[in-house]
């Protein structure tokens, strides 16, 4: 009797131990990739696409509390900085963009910041007291990323952007810190580009 009792209490510790290192196996093996979401799922809304009209129309409050939206700036060469306070590479490319801002204003040029995952202006405000920023900054919301790729970017990292032209399409794209002598030469080029044939024409007449 006593022996068919040891020999259930063996088997009862191998069927445990054989679970617990299923268990353990179950539990080290990689997550399968969840499957791409789709409209058709039952339960999961996604983020309406937005076309490049409705993102350049897209409300964002400056540091003031004002609803401003890209297209406020139609007829500019715009310069659109997608940054963040706590981004070294941020920080450190704004006196590029404060040069810029300075050097081609009279040009057409205008640069705009948007402060993206910042939540509190509060923070936004104190970080740009010292900088000196001579271009106006907008606080980002959850809609950045869709504007971003409604202008045709992906939203890979910070800092990123984006180079419009006076009829506000876009001219060029850039992620990562600003060089400043392709900065430079891409500012020059988006607002040779952005005068008009006829205007061009005039001015090489009186030119000559």
Not at 20 to 41: C, H, I, N, R, V
Not at 47 to 74: E, F, S, Y
Not at 130 to 140: A, E, Q, T, V
Not at 178 to 195: E, F, G, N, R, W
Request: proline share 8%.
């Amino acid at each position: 009797m006593k022996h068919a009792q040891a020999t259930g209490l063996v088997i009862a510790i191998l069927i445990a131990a054989a679970a617990a290192g299923f268990g353990a196996y179950e539990w080290m093996q990689p997550l399968p990739k969840p499957s791409p979401m789709t409209l058709a799922q039952p339960g999961v809304e996604l983020a309406p696409a937005m076309t490049a009209d409705q993102a350049m129309n897209t409300h964002m409050d400056d540091l003031q509390g004002q609803p401003h939206t890209l297209a406020d700036w139609h007829g500019k060469v715009l310069m659109v900085n997608f940054w963040a306070t706590w981004c070294p590479p941020c920080r450190q490319e704004i006196p590029l963009l404060v040069k810029l801002q300075a050097q081609y204003a009279g040009q057409g040029l205008q640069i705009i910041g948007i402060a993206t995952d910042e939540r509190n202006v509060q923070t936004v405000r104190k970080f740009m007291k010292p900088m000196l920023i001579n271009y106006p900054i907008l606080m980002g919301t959850d809609q950045v990323p869709q504007i971003i790729a409604a202008l045709g970017g992906t939203y890979v990292g910070l800092p990123y952007t984006i180079l419009l032209n006076r009829q506000g399409q876009v001219y060029k794209i850039h992620q990562g810190e600003l060089d400043p002598k392709q900065a430079d030469a891409l500012v020059q080029q988006a607002i040779a580009a952005s005068i008009p044939k006829s205007t061009a024409k005039m001015m090489g007449t009186q030119g000559n």
